[in-house]
Structure formats: structure tokens, C-alpha cells
């Protein structure tokens, strides 16, 4: 157990070495004597006791979407907060009662839009399931990939935004470089950047390109270094310390009970990962930490994913490493379409194909219900099916939507600054609240 | 400033130390069903009304005047748990004669557990059940999104109100199945309506209790408020 210790390196004016906020006592302009200066309650009585309704969002560019929070406010500090979503809500879950299994891929990736092949590998998981189908070993591991690139992605997005809702520029740059580094490795894979649809039940869409894995590799030994300068830049920062410590904070058992997941609950000292508790696509095999803070603050939830980012580089090494040969799909008529060149010249073939296509592949009755440990948290599939190609049912466990529901506990008795820093590290995405 | 950070080489969520692993060739039906649907059978006889463990989940059904009690049960023994609300919500199907029902799926972080909670609510008649969120807070806006989207009403819940949609959809329950995909209303009805409600310029009267917030709003809205105009959510 490795525990880290933070010593604030740069000093500002205004904070002291802990990175609070230090009173500076005005002083007057001949440099003598401080100003005497009135408290406020004196100098505006009928301020005293009266409480604010503010208004943020649903277009603000602080709330990462179109969030809408109504504060109430005693002078700056929050009493309560009331959060409304749905502004983006478009029914993907009515939707896929009406699509076929392959066809829900695409919903997949526009709900949390950062984490798309995540969601891919995600659905593919639990309509596998439902269907009863083991992947191959080759598919198996390309997944891993799939949803570690995944999660950097994600993490890097949230770190970037956050650190400009806190008032930093320069490693939103950074972590936006890399993340396109990364988006560039998904278009050579499967052709699209954000919106992937990369899965199909049984397998992928596409194996990976020749040469794919030496960009993979140049990723993994370039990454580590932006990592590093990122790690320079803010864990130490006495801004970024005073503007993140303390806020927000939840005990593990609130935490527990209140449903947060990912990093919001392991910030808080619970080690639940999905990966490690519930493991899928072989997670038990791969050498890799979980980290957990103590706190559960604001400041440990920064912490914990600048460690999973870490994580992920190695979890993506020892994926890299033993990619094994063989076929991405597996060998299972109900659900893989024939090879192109045999549907155009065989006749069984060919219907085959068009049955495949038409009808779509039909599941045994029964329901399924599968998480992943996506990068907001525990992401769930839970698909119901009566037996014919399409779910009774499909519905998304959303990760952001539950640790949201927290907000309204989280920033009580916060300053109003402190409330856009809480809901930055809450790494909300609306797509996936309001589905 | 000393802040300690721990980095754990395993998931210690559970403390039972077996090394759970990924579940593989799993039967269709059959299978070892999770220990606490038999606990739970034999502490509440008659309440559980089956026991079914499909690709490896273990779904218990109960009955609907006892949910809250076995909620309660099963999150405060000792030997079972469930502190974990992973999710709620509910399936309605196909054939309009089979009742709706409620799903619960409960997680038992220190024995790495996993149960699926069902109970069914009959359609002719009123679709309630008891809210956990006594229980798991979590529960709070996932049982308003079930009202929101089933029209079930959790009883016992604090605050049930639309989550998605707005107060006044005049619409439904976007998610039973009598509701078509295209919604009730046209094209042309759904948009006028829409572009009249304008949500995000109101607020509750919750909202509006707040001291003095209602001589804060601009001039037009006070009138229109005093008009008698309903408030967003």
C-alpha cells in the first residue's frame, strides 16, 4: 500500500502554502494602517438574511451539457441545489424495442458519446449473454483494448474540461492531443472516431489493420509522458489543490448507499471495481492496480483517475502483449453473417445472409443483465427478450445519471465557485443521463 | 499537507477473499442459484413466489405487499448485505396480459453478490409498490424515472415527479407499450406544444418558496405566473 504525500510547490499570492485562501488585509494608500472596513451586514442590513434563486444552464458551458441547476443561495453559499435533466432525452430505450440486436450498436454509442466503444463492448457483453455465446479468445482481447482506449479517452475529456471549469488552460491542450492520438487509432480500426459502433454480437465489426498495434505501441510509450507533465502541472498546484480539496466530499458508506460508482465511489476509499468484483472479458488475468482515495473529495476523485489513466496504459501493454491469432468472430450461424464472397455465390449462403439481415438473429427467451466498468462508472445493460429479434426491454444502467442524483447532497454548504469544480468531478455526459 | 492515496492491487470490496473470475459456458437455465434466494425463501415463506436463475442471474420473484420488508431484510442481515442499489426499473411486455413488472438489481459489495428483485403489478389495477429510497438513496431519481417513464408510483417516495420529461407532457408513459414510437400527438402537435412549454425559463413552486424569488423574475414571467399560468416541473 502506497500511500502519496502532497506538498504544495507553487505558492500564490492570495493562498498559503496549504492552498487556502488567505484573508489580505487591505491596506490603506499611504501604506500604513488597514482600512477599516465594515462587515457587510452592517453596511447593507437588508441584505442579511434574504436567499438568492440563481439559475445555471441548461446552456452554460460549466455544466458539461445542458444541465439545468437552480441554486439557492445565502451570499455565495449554496443551501440548495435542485438539478434538471431531460433536455437531451431522446428515447433511446423505446427505441430498441423496436431495433434488432445489431442494430441497437449505433444507440450504444450515442448516449455517454465519450465512451462509445466502451458502450459497444458493453452491449455486445450482455446480448452475448442473452444468446448464450462465448467470444474468442482474439475478440476477447481486443475488446480489453477497445474499452481501456476507451476510458483514456474519457478520463482525458473530463480532465481537460475540468481543468478549464477551474480555470486552467494548458493541460485541457494536452489531454485534447492525446485524445486525439487515440480517436486516430479508433479511425484506423473501424473507420469511424466518436460515433465507433465498433462490436456485433459474437465479435467485431473488424479485425484490426496491419500495423495497427505499433501505433497502439507508439501510443502506450508516448502517453505515460503527457501523463507525467499533467501530473506536474496540477497535483501539486497550490490553485488546483485549494480549488479542489475538501468540496464535495462523501463518506463510503453515503457513498454506498447514495449508488455512486467508478471513480466517484472508489474516491471515497470503497474498492469496487467492476473489473476486479464482477469480472468480464477476462479483467481477473490482467496485472493492475485499483486506486483508492480517502477523502472523497473533489481532489481524490482528480487523483484516482490520473491513476486509472495509468492503469489503463498498462492494462493496454499486457492486452498488446498477448493478442493471440485466430478469428475475431465466433463460428456460430445464428448471429455471423457469411463471408461477402460466399453470400454473392452460394444460394444457402445467400439466405443465409438475407434471413440474417431481414429477421435479425432471435435470442432464447430469458433476460440478461451486464455491467461493465465503464469509465463514469457501472454501466448496465439490462436486455429482456421474449424470443423473437427484438428486446421486450433494453435498458441502460447510466452511470453519470445516478452519480448526478448525488449533486444536490454534494455541494450543500459550498461556495457558488465551488459547485461548477463538484459537478466537474462528478464527469457527468447528458447523452447518457438523458438517453 | 499529508494526503494519504491507496492504491489496492485487488478489488477489496469483498472481504470473503475468493478470486471471483469471468463467468464462462453459462446455462441457459439452471445452474447454482445465489445462497440469499434461498435465505430469503425460508425467512419470508410466504412472500417468495419463485426462484429462477437465468444465464446465471438469480431472479426472485416476491409479492408486492412485502417488497419493502425484504428490501429492508436483505440490506440489514448480516449474513446477506445488499448495500449496493445497482439499479431500478421495469419491463412491460408484449402481451398485454402479462402485468408490468418492477425489477430491483441489488449488489452485495462484501460477498460479491448479485440478486435481481421482481414483483408484478397487475394492470387493471393501480400500478403502486413501496419505494426503497428509505433504503438506498440511490433509488431517488431512478424510481422518478420509472414513474416518469411506466407511470408506477413508488409510495413513500419523497419528491415522485417527472425526471425526463416535463410536468405538463400531456403525452403518457413514453415507455408502456400502448405508447406509440412516434408518441400520440402529430408532428406539428408535438412541436407546438414543445416550443409553448419553454421549461427551462420556469421554475417550481418549490423553487419559487425560496424567499423573495418570485420579485427577483423578470416582469414578463410575474405576470404570467400571476395570470394563473402553471409553473415548469
Known amino acids: 500500500m502506497a500511500n502519496r504525500t502532497v506538498e504544495v510547490e507553487l505558492s500564490t499570492s492570495g493562498l498559503d502554502a496549504q492552498g487556502r485562501p488567505q484573508r489580505v488585509p487591505l491596506m490603506s494608500g499611504d501604506g500604513g494602517a488597514p482600512i477599516d472596513v465594515m462587515p457587510h451586514e452592517a453596511m447593507e442590513p437588508e441584505l442579511a438574511g434574504d436567499h438568492m434563486l440563481i439559475n445555471i444552464g441548461p446552456q452554460h458551458p460549466a455544466t458539461h451539457g445542458v444541465l439545468r441547476l437552480v441554486l439557492e443561495l445565502d451570499g455565495e453559499t449554496v443551501v440548495r441545489c435542485i438539478p434538471h435533466v431531460g433536455y437531451l432525452h431522446c428515447g433511446f430505450e423505446k427505441i430498441g424495442e423496436y431495433r434488432q440486436y445489431n442494430q441497437i450498436i449505433p444507440w450504444t454509442d450515442r448516449e455517454d458519446y465519450l465512451n462509445s466503444i466502451g458502450n459497444n463492448v458493453a452491449f455486445a457483453l450482455g446480448a452475448e449473454r442473452l444468446f448464450g455465446i462465448e467470444i474468442t479468445e482474439r475478440c476477447t482481447v481486443l475488446r480489453v483494448i477497445a474499452a481501456e482506449l476507451s476510458r483514456v479517452i474519457s478520463h482525458l475529456v473530463w480532465l481537460g474540461t475540468t481543468c478549464i471549469d477551474i480555470g486552467a488552460f494548458t493541460p485541457f491542450l494536452w489531454a485534447f492531443q492525446e485524445r486525439e492520438n487515440v480517436y486516430n487509432l479508433l479511425e484506423g480500426w473501424v473507420g469511424a472516431r466518436l460515433t465507433t459502433s465498433a462490436t456485433r454480437v459474437g465479435g467485431m465489426a473488424a479485425d484490426i489493420p496491419s500495423g495497427w498495434m505499433d501505433g497502439l505501441q507508439q501510443f502506450i510509450r508516448n502517453f505515460p509522458q503527457t501523463l507525467d507533465e499533467i501530473d506536474r502541472m496540477l497535483t501539486k498546484n497550490a490553485i488546483w489543490v485549494g480549488r479542489t480539496i475538501g468540496l464535495g466530499v462523501m463518506s463510503p458508506e453515503e457513498a454506498i448507499n447514495w449508488g455512486l460508482s467508478g471513480p466517484m465511489l472508489r474516491a471515497s476509499g470503497v474498492a469496487y471495481d467492476v473489473r476486479k468484483d464482477f469480472p468480464y472479458l477476462d479483467y481477473e488475468t490482467y496485472d493492475f492496480d485499483v486506486p483508492v482515495g480517502t477523502n472523497g473529495d473533489v481532489y481524490d476523485r482528480f487523483l484516482v483517475r490520473m491513476e486509472e489513466l495509468r492503469q489503463s496504459i498498462r492494462i493496454l501493454q499486457q492486452a498488446a502483449d498477448r493478442l493471440p491469432d485466430g478469428p475475431v468472430n465466433v463460428d456460430d450461424a445464428r448471429v455471423i453473417l457469411p463471408p461477402k464472397s460466399k453470400a454473392t455465390s452460394e444460394m444457402e449462403s445467400m439466405i443465409h445472409h438475407f434471413k440474417q439481415v431481414m429477421e435479425g438473429p432471435r435470442p432464447p427467451a430469458g433476460e440478461s443483465y451486464v455491467a461493465v466498468e465503464s469509465p463514469k462508472g457501472e454501466k448496465g445493460y439490462y436486455m429482456v427478450s421474449d424470443g423473437t429479434s427484438k428486446p421486450v426491454r433494453w435498458r441502460i444502467r447510466p452511470p453519470s445519471f445516478i452519480n448526478l442524483a448525488a449533486i444536490p447532497k454534494m455541494v450543500e454548504g459550498h461556495l457558488l465557485s465551488d459547485v461548477i469544480a463538484i459537478n466537474a468531478s462528478i464527469d457527468i455526459v447528458m447523452g447518457e443521463i438523458d438517453r | ?233
Request: aromatic share 10%; with cysteine; proline share 5%.
Open chain 2, 1 to 233: 499537507m499529508t494526503e494519504k492515496f491507496d492504491i489496492v492491487t485487488a478489488g477489496s470490496a469483498a472481504t470473503d477473499g475468493v478470486a471471483p473470475a469471468t463467468q464462462r459456458n453459462i446455462p441457459h437455465r439452471g445452474g447454482a442459484a445465489n445462497p440469499s434466494a434461498t435465505a430469503l425463501a425460508t425467512r419470508f415463506p410466504g412472500s417468495v413466489l419463485r426462484t429462477d436463475v437465468v444465464w446465471g442471474e438469480t431472479t426472485v420473484m416476491v409479492a408486492r405487499a412485502d417488497v419493502l420488508a425484504i428490501m429492508q431484510w436483505l440490506h440489514d442481515e448480516p449474513s446477506e448485505r445488499y448495500d449496493y442499489l445497482s439499479d431500478v426499473t421495469a419491463v412491460e411486455y408484449r402481451d398485454f396480459d402479462q402485468p408490468i413488472e418492477v425489477v430491483w438489481h441489488l449488489r452485495s459489495l462484501p460477498f460479491r453478490r448479485f440478486l435481481r428483485v421482481k414483483t408484478q403489478l397487475e394492470k387493471n389495477k393501480e400500478l403502486e409498490v413501496a419505494s426503497v429510497w428509505g433504503i438506498w438513496k440511490a433509488a431517488d431519481w431512478m424510481e422518478r424515472e420509472c414513474y416518469d417513464m411506466f407511470g408506477i408510483r413508488f409510495t413513500g417516495h419523497p419528491d415522485l415527479r417527472r425526471i425526463l420529461m416535463w410536468e405538463q407532457y400531456k403525452e403518457g408513459y413514453p415507455l408502456r407499450k400502448d405508447f406509440p414510437l412516434r408518441g400520440r400527438f402529430s408532428r406539428a402537435e408535438q412541436l407546438r406544444q414543445a416550443l409553448s412549454q419553454n421549461p427551462e425559463a420556469k421554475y417550481s413552486m418549490e423553487e419559487l418558496s425560496i424567499a423573495d424569488a418570485f420579485e427577483d423574475l423578470p416582469e414578463e414571467m410575474r405576470k404570467r405566473l400571476g395570470a394563473g399560468e402553471r409553473t415548469g416541473e
